[in-house]
């Protein structure tokens, strides 16, 4: 427990300094995990974060699991025009040698249920299950995009 | 992979699809030159057909409200984790920033929820007035929803649930529809994600109104 308090206070210092919050598993690294604050109402939410797969071999993100929500489903958008349509992915093809960037928009960790609203400020953990890599928890900063569009 | 490429060119087909579409639509009114936007100016501006819906406070929301001030109007729903509230964000920040300039009193920001099954009024008030608390919300009856969708070239499809789903999705326009202080269509704005893009063109939309008035 006070293992976990000292880890949040030192992200939260580490993401509140603007330096990239990163989680390394196997041959891949997450980098800063984060969500969008949510309404009181909202009874969904979205996680983006960066997998950098420079050094790897070939993978894919096959689930996502959280407590904050009933649910945790991949997500991506599909842009017709000017029209967004939100589906649900089985998996995430992670490809050795490349950099996949989850963001609004696009690739997103949907949370569906909600336990509560996600509050700026506040992190929570979230665990990603890579094949080879194998699985990560890493703890999502819940505020604005901490990277570029 | 053989599916992963004919997903990019039937993707690549839909959207120029799309586009020609959405060209197609405005195309007897569309002026390209000026003012530049990222989107549609429409020139001269279209009437807007009355509706009948309802607002997050359970007052009417009618033609009438669109009138003497400018309106953003944003189709969208609450369960929307990602597009919607990235765009409502985004409508704040364009608020704030014509509130420093003190050119925000007369601007109003709708979202119009497709998802009346899902979205009360209550849950439309405390999801917009998160974002913004002088941002409102309506909805309606299906039909309504439709009357206006239909005259913005806003396309929106509510899907069944896939078997085992406890929620559905929705396709939709994210488009920002812009309408003038005489209650007509002068705009479709559909690159949001900057917010420097969007005040540029807010402003150049209704410095060019301003002018003509004059």
């Known amino acids: 427990m ?17 330096f990239a919050a990163e989680f390394v598993v196997g041959n891949l690294t997450v980098k800063n995990p984060w969500s969008r604050p949510t309404p009181p109402v909202a009874n969904a939410g979205a996680a983006y974060f960066i997998v950098d797969n420079s050094q790897g071999q070939d993978d894919r993100l096959l689930s996502a699991e959280a407590e904050i929500s009933a649910r945790v489903e991949l997500h ?25 960037t989850f963001q609004p928009g696009g690739l997103h960790i949907m949370f569906i249920g909600l336990e509560g609203p996600l509050v700026e400020g506040e992190t929570f953990p979230l665990t990603l299950n890579f094949e080879q890599a194998g699985a990560v928890t890493v703890e999502v900063a819940i505020g604005q995009q901490p990277y570029a569009k | 992979m053989r599916n992963k490429q004919l997903l990019i060119i039937a ?26 936007i990222s989107g549609i100016y429409i020139s001269p501006s279209r009437e807007v057909e009355n509706f009948d ?4 406070s ?18 969208g729903y609450t369960f929307c984790p990602d597009v919607c509230p990235a765009t409502l964000a985004q409508l704040n920040q364009l608020h704030n920033r014509l509130a420093a300039q003190g050119v925000d009193a007369d601007v109003t920001v709708w979202m119009i929820s497709v998802d009346p099954a899902r979205d009360t009024e209550e849950r439309l008030k405390e999801y917009t007035a998160f974002f913004n608390p002088k941002f409102g ?30 929620y559905y999705l929705v396709d939709h326009s994210a488009a920002v529809i812009v309408i003038n202080p005489d209650a007509r269509l002068q705009a479709v704005l559909t690159e949001t994600s900057s917010t420097d893009n969007l005040v540029k063109d807010f402003l150049a939309i209704r410095t060019r109104y301003d002018d003509t008035q004059s």
Request: no cysteine; charged share 20%.
């Open chain 1, 2 to 18: 006070n293992h976990r308090l000292l880890l949040l206070v030192i992200l939260s210092l580490i993401t509140a300094n603007g």
């Open chain 1, 76 to 100: 991506t958008h599909l842009m017709d025009g000017d029209v967004v349509m939100m589906r649900k992915l089985e998996t995430v093809e992670v490809p050795a040698g490349q950099t996949v």
């Open chain 2, 11 to 36: 993707l690549g087909v839909l959207s120029i699809a799309a586009g020609v579409g959405l060209g197609r639509f405005f195309m007897p009114t569309v002026e390209s030159s000026k003012p530049e």
């Open chain 2, 53 to 56: 819906l309802t607002n997050q």
């Open chain 2, 58 to 75: 359970g007052e009417p929301f009618t033609h009438a409200a669109l009138k003497d001030r400018w309106s953003l109007l944003f189709f």
């Open chain 2, 137 to 166: 919300g309506a909805t309606g009856e299906r039909e309504e929803i439709d009357k206006l969708a239909k005259q913005f070239g806003v396309y929106y499809k509510i899907h069944d649930p896939e078997p085992g789903a406890d």
